[in-house]
């Protein structure tokens, strides 16, 4: 178990903050969906009573933190550009293990503050960084060989580690956001790898947010990836662009270098409709 000390000194809160302030400056996330364009104010009202929350975010993002091996995640809800680096305030979320349905968090010892929910992506974030460390590890090469790993590890045990102890991550840093590259308008492409899921076997459909159906169609796109399914750093920016959706973007690098491609390396617009 970490400690509350280690947990505070982590980078992830501060990464995570200033990633949220330089992707909402440059309109590729909002700190809230404004649901009001969908229906009178009161409609929106309804439905964020409903699901128990104060505002609907666009986008999520976590981080790795190698040495605590645990994951960082933003929580579920709006505030994802405003999100506080201080870790007092509870901002960012840490997960340390996955099951085969859920996670488990990393609750430090000594912990002074009570976390909110994290995103609905929670395990779907868990489950790329565990994939790219097995890849590292030799273990798998690709998205049939992952879930038979998944099959054969969670017919055992209960749970896994997100960075199994041993292993070294691939990705350290995730985003997910709704939009997607527009074509021709990366500056760099020797620094970017744009993959699409599986179309034989996931249609072109949105899956929402947070499914089984979702986690596993961007599984697809990314053993579909050179730089995610061999051995060694990610030292690409490898972009799943999801149907009708928007995309997740991973990296091994330092996570300034991750924004400043999506800010500044292309061009954005919104994802065509299916």
Request: glycine share 10%; proline share 8%; with cysteine.
């Amino acid at each position: 178990m970490i400690s509350w000390l280690e947990w505070k000194g982590s980078p992830v809160h501060r990464d995570i903050a200033q990633a949220g302030r330089a992707l909402g400056e440059a309109g590729i996330i909002e700190d809230k969906v404004v649901l009001d364009q969908y229906g009178s104010s009161r409609q929106a009202q309804l439905v964020l009573r409903f699901l128990e929350r104060a505002a609907l975010g666009e986008g999520m993002r976590s981080q790795l933190d190698p040495q605590l091996r645990v994951m960082g995640v933003t929580a579920t809800g709006g505030g994802k550009v405003n999100v506080s680096p201080d870790p007092m305030d509870g901002h960012v979320i840490p997960i340390g293990r996955l099951t085969w349905e859920g996670y488990v968090r990393a609750i430090p010892r000594g912990c002074p503050i009570a976390f909110p929910d994290p995103s609905i992506e929670t395990h779907e974030n868990g489950m790329v960084y565990l994939a790219g460390a097995l890849v590292n590890a030799g273990l798998v090469d690709s998205f049939d060989g992952f879930l038979r790993f998944l099959k054969d590890h969670f017919a055992r045990h209960e749970r896994i580690d997100i960075l199994p102890e041993g292993m070294q991550p691939k990705a350290l840093a995730i985003e997910h956001f709704h939009r997607q590259p527009r074509k021709g308008s990366i500056k760099d492409p020797s620094k970017v790898e744009i993959v699409y899921p599986d179309l034989e076997r996931f249609p072109r459909i949105d899956f929402p947010c947070g499914v089984r159906e979702a986690e596993l169609q961007l599984l697809s796109a990314l053993f579909r990836a050179q730089a995610f399914r061999e051995p060694g750093p990610l030292d690409k920016v490898v972009i799943a662009v999801l149907p009708g959706h928007g995309s997740v973007a991973l990296y091994g690098g330092p996570r300034e270098e991750l924004t400043d491609i999506l800010v500044n390396g292309m061009e954005m617009e919104q994802p065509m409709r299916v």
